[in-house]
């Protein structure tokens, strides 16, 4: 039997009968999706630079709100709602890019912490020949106007998910390997 510790909205604390304390959000599974095309032979990919929550590193002061960190195109799932559903939902809202079932190229889920029943779906969608749509991005929250779009070249992918110096959300590595994944497995 479950246990409510907390519960607000948008979050809840919960413990086991085991005595296990677990967080989890109101929408409680989430997609990310790393967009890429292909451009003279090379790859880029569209990062999505948004806040994170507050965090505080052991080498830093206080990180600010306003501080935006490269990660994938993110979104909780409603209630009923299934992956590639949300997928396509959230490619278009936060980058305009009309995406189909058949520009995602594959995906994988993980879970998003040991604290967390959070399944995160990754995607890799191939957006070189999709249309895009001249309007506002986002949802027209807070967040999401402060959030911006960048294109970045592979190396400079890599430099972000291997510097020590870079945060980054962690779905952008899972999106980043699976990317790779693919790209291996499609070489010709």
Wanted: include cysteine; aromatic fraction near 12%; glycine fraction near 2%.
């Amino acid at each position: 039997m479950t246990k409510y510790l907390y519960k607000n909205k948008w979050v809840s604390l919960k413990q086991t009968s085991k005595g296990f304390v677990y967080g989890e959000r109101r929408n409680v599974n989430s997609t990310a999706s790393l967009l890429f095309k292909k451009e003279n032979n090379n790859y880029k990919f569209l990062l999505r630079y948004q806040p994170l929550p507050e965090l505080k590193l052991i080498d830093t002061n206080k990180m600010k709100w306003s501080t935006l960190y490269p990660c994938c195109v993110t979104g909780s799932m409603e209630k009923n709602e299934i992956p590639i559903d949300n997928v396509i939902k959230e490619v278009l809202e936060e980058t305009n890019y009309i995406v189909s079932k058949k520009d995602i190229k594959d995906f994988n889920i993980v879970v998003s912490s040991t604290q967390m029943n959070e399944c995160v779906y990754n995607f890799i969608i191939d957006i070189t020949n999709a249309k895009r749509l001249n309007k506002k991005e986002g949802d027209g929250t807070f967040f999401e106007n402060i959030s911006k779009n960048k294109w970045v070249s592979h190396n400079t992918l890599k430099k972000i998910l291997l510097s020590d110096k870079s945060i980054h959300l962690s779905s952008l590595a899972s999106c980043y390997l699976l990317f790779d994944s693919y790209i291996n497995k499609n070489k010709a």
